[in-house]
């Protein structure tokens, strides 16, 4: 692999104070977005949460001949319907699948079932009837496109549609990554150090938040596919951390006489090449998804490029800083603990190497 810097010696954990500060206020900037517009008056939910989420009306339309889903999407904008899923039949290609969110002010069903109203369902077909009335007439559902040729369209059935992603479903998926995430934290904490492990999780809790942040602030459609991303971005910032914590532990064997800290410093700008090249490209296809991926992927594509870029980020900024921050701490207890420190006291792990434990410097 091309080395793009050569001899590179930016000092990033000197600089630590300044790249967490920046974490803390992008988190706090996202709670307080979180918060005030639950707690304001007539303010809008923490989240703008998608059909998945909230439910809504699902309509069945045939078409005589089926426009393009940007076609149909378009029409639905420009009736103020927004946040619609639109789904093709693989059976049926003349018939299309359309989503729409609750309309406000309408009742929901008050029975434990997470589903909507059937005052909600009607509504929302009128909605989307008012939308498609751009393509031409609508066909009465009895009958056929034969009988009636100055039609384009008929609705052949609606229904109500409960949140796909229930309390039960979010909740198992949120035990999900809470359990890969301590296999991570034991794999690392075997593998290398437990201080490694500590950091690394920090540093995907600090991604997961500062995705929740941008989408509060911003107000990007939270559904299932930004959970996948989400997933996404946890693997890929742990593997980003792994690649430093990996050139960590080559390094301390052959500079004993080196501060953790400088060993640290150093094998992030030697592998600074590695994730600038595997990060660019990342992003830069995330980036092409998000100006040409449409409204279906926008969500999608918005939380990776958002996720790729801090996850790259908290590798430096969080992960690696907390893992020099506990290995100082460590070691300072144990010189209180050992008169003679250097006389044996080995790292935690080092992949199970004899290394003695140095002391943290700046």
Excluded: C
């Excluded at 290995?327 to 290394?355: C, H, I, N, Y």
């Amino acid at each position: 692999m091309n080395n793009l810097f050569q001899n590179i010696k930016f000092d990033w954990l000197g600089r630590r104070k300044i790249f967490i500060a920046i974490s803390i206020f992008i988190m706090l900037a996202g709670l307080a977005s979180a918060v005030g517009r639950n707690m304001s008056p007539g303010g809008t939910d923490a989240f703008n949460l998608g059909v998945d989420f909230r439910g809504g009306t699902m309509v069945t339309v045939k078409f005589r001949e089926r426009p393009s889903e940007d076609d149909i999407r378009g029409a639905l904008n420009a009736a103020n319907i927004s946040d619609a899923v639109i789904q093709s039949s693989t059976n049926k290609p003349d018939e299309v699948l359309i989503k729409i969110p609750l309309i406000e002010g309408s009742t929901a069903t008050a029975d434990g079932v997470e589903g909507v109203s059937q005052e909600q369902v009607q509504s929302g077909a009128a909605r989307v009837r008012t939308a498609l009335d751009k393509f031409g007439k609508e066909a009465e559902p009895n009958t056929s496109f034969d009988e009636r040729p100055d039609t384009a369209y008929m609705i052949v059935g609606t229904d109500s549609v409960g949140a796909i992603a229930g309390a039960q479903l979010r909740n198992q998926a949120v035990m999900a990554t809470l359990l890969g995430l301590v296999g991570i934290l034991f794999y690392i904490a075997f593998r290398y150090d437990w201080t490694y492990a500590a950091g690394a999780v920090i540093a995907v809790f600090h991604d997961v938040l500062m995705v929740l942040a941008f989408f509060s602030v911003f107000q990007w459609e939270v559904n299932l596919t930004v959970i996948a991303a989400i997933l996404t971005i946890v693997g890929f910032s742990v593997n980003d951390s792994i690649v430093i914590f990996d050139r960590v532990r080559e390094n301390i064997p052959l500079r004993r006489n080196d501060t953790l800290f400088d060993i640290t410093n150093d094998s992030i700008n030697q592998t600074l090449s590695r994730t600038i090249i595997t990060s660019g490209l990342v992003i830069l296809s995330v980036l092409s998804l998000v100006i040409f991926g449409g409204e279906v992927l926008r969500s999608f594509s918005l939380a990776l490029l958002v996720g790729v870029t801090l996850g790259t980020y908290s590798t430096i900024a969080i992960a690696s800083p907390i893992a020099i921050w506990w290995q100082g701490k460590l070691g300072e207890a144990r010189v209180k603990e050992v008169l003679v420190p250097q006389m044996g006291e080995k790292m935690a792990s080092a992949s199970r190497r004899s290394v003695t434990r140095r002391p943290v410097t700046r």
